[in-house]
């Protein structure tokens, strides 16, 4: 199934422990139906120290999300929503939401 999800999109999270979390979309694995999104599903990760005398630290990062967790944001009507794909006469295709129509 072709992801109807870009880099640079807003998203709601519909299921899990962010559920109602609302982000931005940092990259899509189309693949593996994946996506990572800023600031959810953050899982902490032990860093080692590279240099003598630093000490070691956790950060937290970003782990991916199915894509079947997430909605898209309507910029306009601001709600999570389906898209639409709309081909237009040229062949170029377009995304808009299927609530209020407005193509992003």
Do not use: T
Request: proline content about 6%; glycine content about 8%; hydrophobic content about 35%.
């Amino acid at each position: 199934m072709a992801a109807r999800i870009k880099k640079g999109d807003n998203i709601k999270v519909l299921s899990g422990k962010d559920k109602g979390k609302e982000g931005k979309v940092l990259r899509v694995y189309p693949k593996d139906e994946l996506l990572l999104v800023e600031g959810i599903n953050l899982k902490k990760r032990h860093r080692r120290p590279k240099k003598a005398g630093e000490k070691g630290s956790i950060v937290q990062m970003p782990a991916p999300l199915p894509l079947s967790k997430v909605m898209v944001r309507c910029p306009n009507c601001q709600k999570a929503a389906r898209v639409r794909i709309k081909i237009m006469d040229n062949g170029e295709k377009r995304r808009s939401c299927r609530k209020c129509e407005v193509e992003f």
